[in-house]
């Protein structure tokens, strides 16, 4: 990749995205896209350009596209999944409209794309243990439905159009630089800023209930390489299973008490995000991540734990 867009570079996973392609390539070539009242601050703003590009705006895209001669694209704009249960309507706008100008601009200036997808694609039909990479696809919830169209239209505009889309399904990303956006696994980053704030955390989600989870870093790397992947091996393409951990409220909990010894919880659930959670897989299948494109995490829960406590202690700091 050349020149790249980041579309939504403010937000939960683009704000840190954005900042590791700048490191990878350079300044200049990563162009940070936002929206009017999100522009990019600090680091982000003085690191490289911004433009003004909202994802309901093809012309917006396109003249981005044309000024920087862009050769991808990545697509990070999304009403996180709690939120677009309160606002089906805007999540399912911005999901799908914002991908279809995305991919039509795409299409007509030949870019690539990466639209990340998410564990919310899966639903109660597929199995709840290592979910294969091409398990049934059901979800219940507006987020879930808008990732499981999105995977479908990138593989069209692949298969018609020779557009070079990719993807991968996130899980729960855990992050110590960006806040909780209305994600169903945002208790896992909720749960670190407590500890180390020396509160009691009040736990949204039951007892038991497993999700795959990764550190952001890995997440980075991994829409990085997709990215970067050789086209040849890649067998499948919207979208990748990729992991790295799973576990459930208890098991971060005492993984977390290992190092805040004094760190209490107690259970007062959300039945919106309970259900969505009670939706989603246990744990991926990234067997073919790992053999199409080479995929391997390097945070385990308890290097993720040590490193997101002395982060949070040092920024709480600042």
């Known amino acids: 990749m050349k020149n790249i867009l980041i579309i939504g570079s403010t937000g939960q996973i683009g704000s840190e995205l954005t900042m590791e392609l700048r490191k990878h390539y350079s300044g200049a070539q990563v162009i940070a896209g936002y ?4 522009e990019p601050k600090g680091d982000l703003a003085e690191s490289g350009p911004s433009e003004l590009v909202d994802v309901l705006n093809k012309q917006q895209i396109a003249d981005a596209v044309e000024k920087y001669q862009i050769d991808a694209i990545y697509n990070l704009a999304a009403i996180l999944s709690a939120a677009a249960e309160i606002k089906p309507y805007l999540a399912w706008k911005i999901g799908m409209d914002g991908l279809f100008n995305v991919l039509e601009v795409a299409r007509e200036m030949h870019c690539a794309v990466f639209t990340p997808s998410s564990i919310g694609a899966f639903g109660s039909d597929a199995p709840k243990q290592k979910t294969p990479q091409d398990a049934v696809r059901n979800p219940r919830t507006m987020y879930g439905i808008t990732k499981v169209a999105g995977e479908l239209l990138g593989n069209y505009y692949f298969t018609r159009f020779g557009v070079d889309t990719r993807s991968v399904r996130f899980p729960g990303l855990i992050s ?10 945002d208790y896992a980053v909720d749960i670190f800023y407590s500890a180390v704030k020396n509160e009691h955390f009040i736990c949204p989600i039951a007892a038991g209930t497993l999700m795959d989870m990764m550190y952001m870093p890995d997440g980075l790397r991994a829409a990085i390489q997709i990215m970067e992947a050789d086209p040849s091996r890649l067998i499948h393409r919207n979208a990748f299973n990729v992991t790295a951990m799973s576990f459930d409220p208890e098991i971060i909990f005492n993984q977390i008490k290992k190092y805040v010894p004094d760190f209490t919880m107690e259970y007062q659930v959300d039945p919106l995000r309970q259900s969505i959670a009670e939706s989603w897989p246990d744990s991926l299948d990234d067997t073919c991540a790992r053999e199409e494109w080479g995929w391997q995490p390097q945070y385990d829960l308890d290097a993720m734990t040590k490193d997101m406590l002395a982060k949070l ?5 600042e």
Request: aromatic share 6%; glycine share 22%.
């Open 35 to 38: 929206i009017s009242g999100a």
């Open 176 to 185: 110590y630089i960006t806040p909780p956006g209305g994600g169903t696994t």
């Open 313 to 317: 202690r040092d920024k709480i700091k």
